[in-house]
T-cell receptor, first 114, second 114 residues
């Protein structure tokens, strides 16, 4: 248990569905991340929220929409996804201040788009 | 263009022997390096890190070596145990200029045989 909790753990959705992934941390961290892990590829950074700023990877399609209502919660809203979006979606958090701490990851949401 | 490369997708080692996992990077701005370990169906967990001001960091059975001139780091596990079987990700970041977001390699799958 790393202190970063993701729900649901598994999700199967159709291409016309709308769903949301949730991430929660109570580690006192002030930066939260969404990563995508596809088979045989590096972990791909999708979005970062840090000190209320959002940084995104410009290659992420608009069908993925993040939301960070506060420093403890992060959502990833999914809309009209494609089968190639099937992957493990990982949330992480870290502390950004004068220093930097390593990122703590959640267990991930295994997403299957049918 | 991969900035962090783990060229060996897999490594098989006998229990009790040394495991050496390698990682190369191209971005000379990287100054903080981490290793994560990932079991199936779980998120990555932080293992060990090293700052560019050091060339070695040791934590129990795990030692990370950094060769800045070669832009190369390695993780040594001695002695290897079957429970070490997992995917190991190398990550690098630049702590200067606030660019703290880690970039990951593709991972190396380590199998330790009893």
């Amino acid at each position: 248990e790393t202190g970063v909790t993701q729900t649901p753990r598994h999700l199967v959705m159709g291409m016309t569905n709308k769903k949301s992934l949730k991430c929660e941390q109570h580690l006192g961290h002030n930066a939260m991340y969404w990563y995508k892990q596809s088979a045989k590829k590096p972990l791909e950074l999708m979005f970062v929220y840090s000190l209320e700023e959002r940084v995104e990877n410009n290659s992420v399609p608009s069908r993925f929409s993040p939301e960070c209502p506060n420093s403890s919660h992060l959502f990833l809203h999914l809309h009209t996804l494609q089968p190639e979006d099937s992957a493990l979606y990982l949330c992480a958090s870290s502390l950004r201040g004068q220093g930097w701490t390593e990122a703590f990851f959640g267990q991930g949401t295994r997403l299957t788009v049918v | 263009d991969q900035q962090v490369k783990q060229n060996s997708p897999s490594l098989s080692v006998q229990e009790g022997r040394i495991s050496i996992l390698n990682c190369d990077y191209t971005n000379s701005m990287f100054d903080y390096f981490l290793w994560y370990k990932k079991y199936p169906a779980e998120g990555p967990t932080f293992l060990i890190s090293i700052s560019s001001i050091k060339d070695k960091n040791e934590d129990g059975r795990f030692t990370v070596f950094l060769n800045k001139s070669a832009k190369h780091l390695s993780l040594h596990i001695v002695p290897s145990q079957p429970g070490d079987s997992a995917v190991y990700f190398c990550a690098a970041s630049s702590t200067s200029g606030g660019s703290y977001i880690p970039t990951f390699g593709r991972g190396t799958s380590l199998i330790v045989h009893p």
